[in-house]
């Protein structure tokens, strides 16, 4: 039996509210590590940086500069992840934590419903 109009929007808000709770709750998390070992926020800023550098290098079609900033970005996401340890976090303590890992609360994984 197929959901009506209804039914399929009442689960989506669902979704929503869903990722919403996971994106809030992350920020609460970034706000504590950011402000309890500032080099983290700092490797994060970076790597922000460097995905809109590589992005231009690409876009100019300067390979060699694309892959030495994304060798750059990949130390900085080990340099992160090195920081979290060692300040007694989880390596993916700065990652969304969703309730279906396998949809990321979107209720689809690629074109098909997520079995959640």
Do not use: F, W
């Amino acid at each position: 039996m197929a959901l009506t109009r209804e039914q399929y929007n009442r689960i989506m808000r669902v979704y929503d509210e869903r990722r919403m709770q996971a994106d809030a709750e992350l920020e609460k998390r970034k706000a504590e590590v950011y402000a309890a070992v500032p080099a983290i926020d700092e490797c994060s800023r970076q790597i922000a940086d460097n995905a809109l550098k590589e992005t231009r290098a690409l876009l100019s079609g300067d390979r060699g500069q694309a892959g030495a900033i994304h060798q750059e970005t990949l130390r900085l996401i080990d340099e992160k992840r090195e920081l979290l340890l060692s300040h007694g976090y989880d390596a993916d303590y700065l990652e969304p934590r969703y309730q279906c890992s396998i949809c990321r609360d979107t209720g689809y994984v690629g074109s098909e419903k997520c079995s959640c």
